[in-house]
């Protein structure tokens, strides 16, 4: 079955501090794969997408990055995490001809 | 500039009641709209799409219009539970461009026993 994983479900992070969130996907090959913000009381706001290895295309300019290092795994970094960074992160991906996303679980980021 | 809208206020309704929520939208042309579900901490869960040329689906309790003219969907729960209580989101996607969707901040539903 398709399955999506992310961690780690919490993190608190002091500014300045690097950050690694790692999403994968299984039982599938070559999805679309996407991080999205959620601030509080915010919507979601796209932030990486990627249609494959290496591919990635940046929606909104800020101080994270992310990386597409296998065809089923997505990471979001940041060199110095700053307070504006703090949210809930997710992951999602959909597979070719679905009519919706599927997201992980979530990462719930405090930078302190 | 392009404006999807919810309504920020919680919508209460008593168990058995037909619950109706809103998504508007403004300088968009879109291909589709989604609803999603999402409960505190989770990430959303997909429930319906519907396409520029449907007016209506339906899914079990769950019904969802769509009117290109006012610019407007409205999603229904009929017979709603307390395990209904959630936050609901549409999303839009642009007629002719990516898939990628664009998100409403959601509407909190509280179902009342």
């Known amino acids: 079955s398709q399955t999506i994983h992310q961690w780690p479900a919490t993190l608190v992070q002091p500014v300045g501090s690097p950050l690694s969130l790692e999403c994968t996907v299984e039982g599938t090959s070559n999805p679309n794969l996407y991080w999205y913000r959620q601030a509080a009381g915010r919507g979601l706001q796209l932030l990486f997408y990627?249609?494959?290895?290496?591919?990635i295309s940046s929606e909104v300019p800020q101080n994270l990055s992310a990386s597409r290092p296998q065809d089923r795994q997505f990471i979001l970094s940041s060199k110095k995490l700053l307070l504006s960074d703090s949210g809930f992160y997710l992951c999602?991906?959909?597979?070719?001809?679905?009519?919706?996303?599927?997201f992980g679980s979530g990462t719930r980021l405090t930078v302190v | 500039s392009q404006k999807i809208e919810q309504n920020s206020e919680a919508l209460n309704i008593q168990e058995g009641k037909t619950a109706t929520l809103t998504c508007n939208y403004t300088n968009y042309s879109p291909a589709y709209l989604q609803w999603y579900r999402q409960d505190p901490g989770r990430g959303p869960v997909f429930l319906l799409l519907?396409?520029?040329?449907?007016k209506e689906k339906r899914k079990e309790r769950l019904k969802v219009t769509f009117d290109t003219t006012l610019k407007q969907s409205l999603f229904h729960i009929t017979a709603s539970q307390p395990a209904d209580s959630a936050t609901y989101l549409c999303a839009l996607n642009l007629s002719g461009g990516s898939y990628i969707p664009t998100f409403g901040r959601g509407t909190s539903l509280i179902v009342h026993p």
């Open positions: 519907i396409r520029e040329n449907e």
């Open positions: 990627s249609v494959g290895i290496g591919q």
């Open positions: 999602a991906w959909r597979s070719q001809g679905a009519d919706g996303y599927t």
